[in-house]
């Protein structure tokens, strides 16, 4: 039990340290909420502004779950270590999920049913990227190289 604990220490320490981590979703997520803000009150929604939405959508969902899933990271340790790339994959999809789901809704075609179904959808292709760095071999470095 003992050397479970430890162990999950060890991977908690391999994390970036929250501050970090913070102060890139702070910034991630200001610009997109005051871009979102701007866009929504100064434009006609015409097809630049619309894109304009959609990007500044990803970034403010982005940043405001890097901390979130920083502290799930930090809560649910996973071997190997989350990087900071991992951090910002994950939350990254939160915010392709939105902007997946604003799109839908914009058309109309939006249900419950989908919007599950692309949730799972995206947690297996994340599932499966987390697989396959645990599952990556290299190779022990020789002490002759």
């Not at 320490?13 to 979102?36: D, N, Y």
């Not at 599950?116 to 190779?139: C, H, Y």
Request: no cysteine.
């Amino acid at each position: 039990m003992e050397d479970q604990t430890n162990q999950a220490d060890q991977i908690r320490r391999q994390l970036p340290p929250f501050t970090v981590v913070l102060t890139t979703g702070m910034l991630l997520g200001l610009v997109g909420w005051i871009g979102l803000f701007l866009v929504v009150i100064l434009t006609v929604p015409n097809l630049g502004p619309r894109w304009l939405m959609y990007f500044l959508v990803t970034l403010a969902i982005t940043g405001t779950f890097l901390p979130i899933v920083h502290y799930m990271h930090k809560r649910f340790p996973s071997k190997p270590a989350a990087t900071s790339m991992v951090l910002v994959r994950e939350a990254l999809l939160f915010g392709v999920y939105a902007d997946v789901l604003l799109w839908l809704q914009f058309g109309r075609a939006l249900n419950f049913a989908e919007a599950a179904f692309i949730a799972m959808g995206l947690m297996i292709i994340e599932i499966l990227i987390r697989w396959r760095e645990r599952v990556a071999w290299t190779p022990p470095v020789s002490e002759e190289e």
